[in-house]
Structure formats: C-alpha cells, structure tokens
C-alpha cells in the first residue's frame, strides 16, 4: 500500500510531465509547478532534491506513458508487418494527442535541450533507443519468419518510420492541422506494404 507522500509525488510527476510536455522541459518555471500541484517551494522539495530531479521524473513518467500505450497497440498482433502497422496507426491524429498533449515527450527534449542539458539529452537518446529497439526487433524477428524481405536493415527502418512519425506530429502542432501527420502515416503505410512485406512473388527468390 503506496503512503500519502508516496502518492502525492507521484501525482507532482504527472501533473509536471504535461505541464513541462506543452510548455518546455527547461524553461517552465517552478510558480507554475507550485501552481498546479497546489504545493508550495517546500513542499516541492521535500519530495524532489532539486528542479532538474523533478524534471527527470516527469520525463521518465511521460515517456513510460508513450511507451504504455504503444505497447497496448501491439495486443493482439501475431506478424511484423501487423506490429509495424499498428504502430504506425498508434499516431492516428483522430485518436487521444499523440503520443501525448505537446507532442513526443523525447522530440520535445532533442529539440530544446540539444547540449545546453547533457542529462535530459542523455535520458532523451536512451528513450529513443529503446523505441527504435522495440522495431528493430520486430523487423529482424519478421525478417526470419519470413514476413519481411530479408534485405532489410533494421536500423534504417526504424529511423524511416520514428523520422516520418515525429516530423509528422512536429508539423501537425505547429500548423494546428492533422494532415501532415494523415500524410506521414498514409505514406508509411505504402512503405510497409511495398518496401518492407515480403510478397508470394518473392519466395523463393535468392
């Protein structure tokens, strides 16, 4: 059973990852945390050392949430090419903000904090690995069952998807339109599907 102060920072953590998501991972002021956690400076403290310990965790907690829900897309799917879809699908701008209100909490990070905060970058390289991880398996795993072309490089993929997906959410919150991101998916979903599947025509094909 979590405790009183155990609960309240994990609602501190939450409450700070979107805050900090929309409105800038460096430059948020701690009155705004004071804000909307309803704690005051000591309060804040007494749970977190410092403001970049507060900022690690709400970054830890929103890309947990990203990954949560990506994940959960991938209940159900038994081959590669139906895992690479419905992550792509995940993206959907009709669906909940994607990956989350603000955008990707680790593009968000990439963009502003570049070297001016080596440990949020550092925590930011170490998510994005562990997403382009995830694909690169499920590719080589579809490239051995046959799924996908074996020619492929698994690595090249998962920049060609991660780089369509974020560019595409990238463009849709700065022109406040959906289509960017409709065409990014749309344009990858033709890439799995021609590029990637491996067809009946090829079997056999040395």
Same mark, same amino acid.
């Given at each position: 059973?979590?405790?009183?102060?155990?609960?309240?920072?994990?609602?501190?953590?939450?409450?700070?990852?979107?805050?900090?998501?929309?409105?800038?991972?460096?430059?948020?002021?701690?009155?705004?945390?004071?804000?909307?956690?309803?704690?005051?400076?000591?309060?804040?403290?007494?749970?977190?050392?410092?403001?970049?310990?507060?900022?690690?965790?709400?970054?830890?907690?929103?890309?947990?949430?990203?990954?949560?829900?990506?994940?959960?897309?991938?209940?159900?799917?038994?081959?590669?090419? !139906?895992?690479?879809?419905? %992550? $792509?699908? +995940?993206?959907?701008?009709?669906?909940?903000?994607?990956? &989350?209100? =603000? /955008?990707?909490?680790?593009?968000?990070?990439?963009?502003?904090?570049?070297?001016?905060?080596?440990?949020?970058?550092?925590?930011?390289?170490?998510?994005?690995?562990?997403?382009?991880?995830?694909?690169?398996?499920?590719?080589?795993?579809?490239?051995?069952?046959? !799924?996908?072309?074996?020619? %492929? $490089?698994? +690595?090249?993929?998962?920049?060609?998807?991660?780089?369509? &997906?974020? =560019? /595409?959410?990238?463009?849709?919150?700065?022109?406040?339109?959906?289509?960017?991101?409709?065409?990014?998916?749309?344009?990858?979903?033709?890439?799995?599907?021609?590029?990637?599947?491996?067809?009946?025509?090829?079997?056999?094909?040395?």
């Amino acid at each position: 059973m979590t405790s009183k102060g155990e609960r309240t920072r994990s609602q501190v953590i939450a409450l700070t990852a979107d805050l900090m998501n929309e409105q800038g991972w460096l430059g948020v002021p701690i009155s705004q945390v004071m804000a909307v956690s309803g704690l005051q400076k000591g309060g804040l403290y007494r749970h977190f050392e410092s403001r970049e310990a507060l900022a690690y965790a709400a970054f830890d907690h929103a890309v947990a949430r990203v990954r949560e829900r990506l994940l959960g897309c991938l209940e159900g799917c038994e081959t590669a090419p !139906e895992q690479l879809l419905a %992550l $792509i699908h +995940a993206y959907r701008p009709q669906d909940e903000p994607v990956p &989350l209100p =603000g /955008g990707c909490p680790i593009m968000n990070v990439a963009i502003e904090s570049d070297h001016a905060h080596p440990g949020l970058r550092q925590r930011a390289v170490e998510a994005m690995s562990r997403w382009r991880g995830l694909i690169e398996q499920i590719v080589l795993d579809g490239m051995r069952r046959g !799924e996908l072309r074996e020619d %492929l $490089i698994p +690595a090249n993929v998962s920049a060609i998807l991660i780089g369509g &997906l974020e =560019g /595409g959410v990238m463009l849709s919150h700065l022109y406040d339109d959906p289509e960017p991101l409709q065409a990014a998916i749309q344009h990858l979903h033709h890439y799995l599907e021609h590029d990637l599947r491996r067809h009946a025509t090829e079997e056999g094909t040395p």
